[in-house]
């Protein structure tokens, strides 16, 4: 390696990591991103000087980055703001699936007795890297509903999975300590990918972003692999920086939820059974439904009104409907607020991103702990396609697979209204004792549907 | 331990810190537009990718390569690409005491690749 070009591994890291201080800041995200970029390309131009092209060699890189620049930059670009976590899960997906490939192919070429110093970091990097791209898959799957969204589990899941780690770690020791052939690492990869899949399956859907926040760390970790393996300094620092910043990433997620990362990943594991404890009491009781039109008396003659979006507003696209509620409601002289959950939605910020692309203020958006205080003072918290967010079983009954989260306290409003597609129970499975409380006016249907005929009836109120 | 290699740790060791370091405080709105600019900056892959692909001889090497190529292109490109278009949506919208340049219409981002 040049000094130039270790110069310019060197201006690329501290990019990355100037990108990433600012992407922990909301006032220079945009930009922390931006610097990361232009340190990708610096990186990327600085290693042309290593390389030493075949004609066959020229040809499969102009290839590649013909056909990736385009699927990646459309696919980006085409994406729904709904589906945005199961596309991070997709990219992440193919990063760790291109680390494992790194590794195989200087395996290849390194023959069967392979120095430690290349063989370990290629192992892991196989392993990981598959691990992560399978598992990413699976993630990806679930989110866009060609999979269950709950946990798949079978008996014995979790003794074919230890199986899988025992025979993934025997034949990691074979190649290292005895020969490293084809006859190894392809069975490797293939464990890898098995275990992928065999990890993600059993958990449950609403858990994904935590999960893809962790596959991401592993491909990172598996980056810097190949770059041990292939002695390249941009490789092991960026690898490395993503990997660390993502584990804790991943921390402070489970921790948004008031879970530990152990029970998000293993949670499936013996305590499904635990969720009818807080159902059996409601069996049976009669819910509250109203007519767009009462509801929408009740909201033009209130003083505030609070606004708890969930996923289900996302799905029905109802957020530029939202906003021209609120904006009637306003128009009456109602304040209205929105009331953003942490893990409202599929991923975090969910909320933020799609209700800041029907322009509504910034100002407006409360976080949590901003907004909790103020529903005893509302008159209506209006919940939209959300359920578990706002479900009291957090607080009340410990046996429910969401005790401990920190919910939004609508129930203290004076009325709450609910729109919902039906009595269906939320992402995490349990059902609502708040659906049941007498303060309580359910108005079924699909979302969006429900806030024109609201605004609507707002109208003419 | 060779120089090189023992170089090689120091760096790792000293990233891992960094890593931990830069992103201790994070508020929740950013934890997906955080996880989705670190999945960019793995993209960094596309470096070995082109390095593997660049000495290919025979059909094995050249179907990997190419593979990984196209693999970590998406990568770096699609990660890049979809975190500026979540931190499109913030912008402008916070509250304009901040002295950014409000009115500013969203420019169109590089792509890098």
């Known amino acids: 390696m040049t000094v130039a070009v270790a110069l310019a591994y060197l201006v690329a890291a501290v990019l990355f990591i100037l990108g990433l201080i600012q992407l922990s800041s909301p006032k220079s995200a945009r930009r922390g991103n931006q610097i990361a970029a232009v340190g990708m390309v610096i990186a990327l131009l600085a290693t042309i000087p290593l390389l030493h092209f075949t004609v066959a060699g020229m040809a499969i890189t102009i290839i590649g980055l013909l056909i990736g620049v385009p699927i990646g930059a459309i696919g980006a670009r085409r994406v729904k703001m709904t589906a945005i976590p199961q596309m991070v899960a997709l990219f992440n997906g193919v990063g760790g699936g291109a680390a494992a490939v790194v590794a195989v192919s200087e395996l290849l070429l390194q023959g069967s007795h392979p120095p430690f110093a290349v063989a370990f970091p290629s192992v892991f990097s196989i392993v990981i890297g598959s691990v992560s791209f399978a598992g990413s898959m699976v993630a990806f799957a679930k989110l866009q509903a060609l999979l269950t969204g709950t946990p798949i589990t079978y008996p014995g899941q979790q003794i074919v999975n230890g199986a899988l780690a025992l025979a993934i770690v025997a034949l990691a020791v074979y190649l290292i300590a005895v020969a490293s052939t084809p006859i190894i690492f392809v069975p490797l990869l293939i464990l890898g990918l098995v275990l992928g899949v065999a990890f993600v399956l059993p958990i449950g859907g609403a858990d994904m972003p935590v999960v893809i926040s962790m596959l991401n760390a592993f491909t990172g970790l598996a980056v810097a692999a190949s770059g041990f393996v292939l002695g390249n300094f941009a490789l092991i620092v960026a690898g490395t920086l993503v990997g660390a910043s993502g584990t804790l990433l991943t921390k402070l997620m489970s921790d948004a939820m008031g879970r530990s990362l152990a029970n998000v990943l293993f949670g499936a594991f013996g305590t499904v059974t635990a969720g009818p404890a807080g159902v059996a009491g409601v069996e049976g009781r009669s819910v509250r439904s109203g007519s767009p039109e009462d509801i929408a008396t009740l909201l033009a003659y209130s003083r505030k009104v609070i606004i708890v979006p969930g996923y289900g507003l996302a799905v029905a696209q109802g957020q530029h409907a939202v906003r021209e509620l609120a904006d009637e409601l306003e128009k009456r002289g109602v304040e209205v607020e929105y009331a953003i959950h942490p893990v409202a939605g599929r991923m975090p910020g969910h909320m933020n991103v799609l209700l800041a692309e029907a322009n509504v203020p910034y100002e407006q958006l409360k976080e949590m702990d901003q907004i909790n205080d103020e529903f005893k003072s509302a008159d209506v918290a209006l919940v939209v396609g959300a359920n578990d967010v706002v479900n009291p079983a957090a607080r009340s009954s410990p046996g429910s697979p969401i005790y401990g989260m920190p919910i939004l306290n609508a129930d203290e409003a004076k009325n709450i209204v609910f729109m919902k597609r039906s009595m269906r129970p939320g992402f995490a499975g349990i059902d609502n004792e708040l659906l049941y409380d007498p303060k309580t006016v359910m108005l079924f249907g699909d979302a969006k549907d429900s806030l024109m005929k609201l605004v609507a009836a707002v109208k003419a109120a | ?113």
């Open chain 2, 1 to 113: 331990m060779s120089e090189n290699l023992l170089n090689e740790f120091t760096i790792f060791v000293l990233a891992i810190f960094i890593g931990f370091e830069v992103i201790s405080k994070v508020p929740t709105i950013l934890h997906t537009p955080l996880m989705s600019g670190t999945n960019a900056i793995h993209g960094i892959i596309l470096v070995g990718a082109i390095l593997i692909a660049a000495t290919a001889r025979d059909p094995l090497q050249i179907v990997l390569g190419l593979v990984a190529v196209i693999l970590a292109t998406i990568n770096v490109v699609g990660g890049f690409v979809v975190t500026d278009r979540m931190l499109e949506m913030f912008k402008g919208r916070q509250t304009p005491t901040q002295k950014e340049k409000t009115p500013a219409p969203p420019q169109k981002e590089k792509t890098p690749g």
